[in-house]
């Protein structure tokens, strides 16, 4: 099985995984953990929530995420498990003070790299992936939150393809806490932030601004083009399924083989409205996809007049 590489990771979660691969022993792993998880902070108590717990944990356990003022996500967790506390403290200190966009790549997978599996059992290692999860989702929904704007202004560094900062998050929460409400299925699938050419801030690995307009589309990639088509009557459309481009990720393991997809968009609905809220608006239209397997999007969404203008 192909993993993500390490280097893809956090540089702190880079460390922890050389730190648990350079002991060999499994009891020294175990006790590692043990390390951690007494020196986790405390959450306070009035995060104890529902929307914070993880669900399918032997331990109760519960996870915390907010920006900080550059806008890197931060995390706190606490359980009532000394070893589920090391789990949870192992991912607060990879993750925290990262960017977003960092956060959602981080593959589920580097838990192989961490040579835990004789030290747990399957519950606990299940655990640890929901937390991972709960933390991903959280992370997106603050991105999703910090968007649609509840209080002070911000602005994110999204790149265009000149190197030139194009992105804003605006209004974005005192201190961005957002609770996601935990289902039966707390998955998130990984997105990654990277503007294209067009100056927007397109989410996913290698977009492009030529789709090819339906052409080899799977149910997936129909859904998305028919969607589109209903609620923006774009006088342009191009849905393009690069998922073959990324066959060995592991987003795309379990997913029907559509998980990567490039969207351009030309349409009046666009018409004064910045960037970030033309992306939110088809990532709005979108949910249902993202929550089912889309694992990136990258979207390129224009008006009329700039289309004509360019």
């Given at each position: 099985?192909s993993l ?9 979660l ?12 499994p ?5 590692q953990l ?6 986790l902070?405390?959450l ?21 995420a ?7 996500v931060v ?14 403290a192992l ?26 599996q004789?030290?747990?059992?399957t519950?606990?290692?299940n ?8 933390m ?5 929904e603050l ?6 704007g ?12 000149s ?11 005192s ?8 289902s039966?299925?707390n998955s998130?699938?990984?997105l ?16 492009s ?18 969607k589109?088509?209903?609620e ?8 393009e ?15 029907n083989?559509e ?5 351009k968009?030309?349409?009046k ?5 910045s ?8 990532y709005?239209?979108l ?18 007049d700039?289309?004509?203008g360019?």
């Amino acid at each position: 099985m192909s993993l993500q590489p390490i280097d893809e990771l956090p540089p702190k979660l880079q460390e922890i995984i050389k730190l648990f691969q350079s002991v060999q022993e499994p009891k020294a792993k175990y006790e590692q953990l043990l390390f951690y998880g007494k020196n986790l902070k405390p959450l306070d108590g009035e995060f104890k929530t529902r929307e914070n717990k993880v669900e399918g944990c032997v331990s109760q356990v519960w996870v915390r995420a907010y920006l900080d003022f550059e806008k890197n996500v931060v995390f706190e967790a606490d359980s009532d498990s000394v070893l589920t506390k090391g789990l949870a403290a192992l991912l607060v200190q990879g993750l925290s003070g990262r960017p977003v966009e960092e956060v959602l790549r981080v593959s589920p997978d580097f838990v192989l790299s961490l040579g835990l599996q004789q030290s747990l059992t399957t519950s606990r290692n299940n655990g640890f992936l929901n937390m991972l999860k709960l933390m991903q989702k959280k992370t997106l929904e603050l991105y999703m939150e910090a968007e649609k704007g509840s209080g002070a202004v911000e602005s994110t560094k999204l790149r265009d393809g000149s190197g030139e900062n194009e992105g804003k998050i605006e209004n974005l929460g005192s201190n961005g806490d957002v609770g996601a409400e935990s289902s039966g299925d707390n998955s998130v699938k990984s997105l990654s932030f990277d503007a294209k050419t067009d100056g927007g801030e397109g989410l996913g690995p290698e977009g492009s601004e030529k789709g090819s307009n339906s052409k080899a589309l799977g149910s997936r990639g129909i859904r998305v083009r028919e969607k589109l088509e209903r609620e923006l009557s774009p006088v342009e459309l191009e849905v393009e399924d690069i998922s073959y481009q990324h066959a060995g990720h592991a987003g795309v393991r379990g997913s029907n083989g559509e998980t990567h997809f490039n969207v351009k968009v030309v349409s009046k609905e666009f018409e004064g409205k910045s960037l970030v809220k033309r992306h939110r608006l088809i990532y709005n239209l979108l949910q249902d996809e993202l929550q089912s397997g889309l694992h990136a999007l990258s979207i390129v969404a224009k008006t009329l007049d700039e289309v004509d203008g360019s």
